[in-house]
C-alpha cells in the first residue's frame, strides 16, 4: 500500500502559477511512476503528466504542454506539478497517483493503483 498526500492546491487568477506537491510513503518499491490526474466539476477525470522513477521518462497532456512542469525528489518520493500561465479550464480537483505502467499507458487511470485524496486548484479569469 502507498499513501499518498498532496498539497499546494489554492486561487490564482489566469497567468498565474502554482506548484503541486505530492509526497509518497508506504511500499513505494511496488510503482515505476508517479503521475497527476485532475478532474473538473461534471468532467470525466483526466491524465496530466507523469514522470517514470529516476526521471528518465516525462508525458504531458497536450491541453498542459509547455505550461506544466512535472519533476521529482527521488530521496523524498515526492512528486511536484509546476503550473505557469494558468487558465480557468485548468480549474479542478488535482490528484496524485502511483501505480506500473508503460509510455503507452500512463493515461489510462485504470493502471493506476494508489491515489491521493486531491488538491483544488482554482483559476479565475
Known amino acids: 500500500q502507498v499513501q499518498l498526500v498532496e498539497s499546494g492546491g489554492g486561487s490564482v487568477l489566469a497567468g498565474g502559477s502554482l506548484r503541486l506537491s505530492c509526497a509518497a510513503s508506504g511500499y513505494t518499491y511496488t510503482y515505476n511512476c508517479m503521475a497527476w490526474f485532475r478532474q473538473a466539476p461534471g468532467k470525466e477525470r483526466e491524465a496530466v503528466a507523469v514522470?517514470?522513477?529516476?526521471?528518465?521518462?516525462?508525458y504531458y497532456a497536450d491541453s498542459v504542454q509547455g505550461r506544466f512542469t512535472i519533476s521529482q525528489d527521488d530521496a523524498k518520493n515526492t512528486v511536484y506539478l509546476q503550473m505557469n500561465n494558468l487558465k480557468p479550464e485548468d480549474t479542478a480537483m488535482y490528484y496524485c497517483?502511483?501505480?506500473?505502467?508503460?509510455?503507452?499507458?500512463?493515461?489510462?487511470?485504470?493502471?493506476?493503483?494508489?491515489w491521493g485524496q486531491g488538491t483544488q486548484v482554482t483559476v479565475s479569469s
Open positions: 514522470i517514470y522513477n529516476g526521471g528518465g521518462s516525462l
Open positions: 497517483a502511483t501505480g506500473m505502467t508503460y509510455g503507452g499507458t500512463w493515461s489510462r487511470e485504470s493502471e493506476y493503483t494508489s
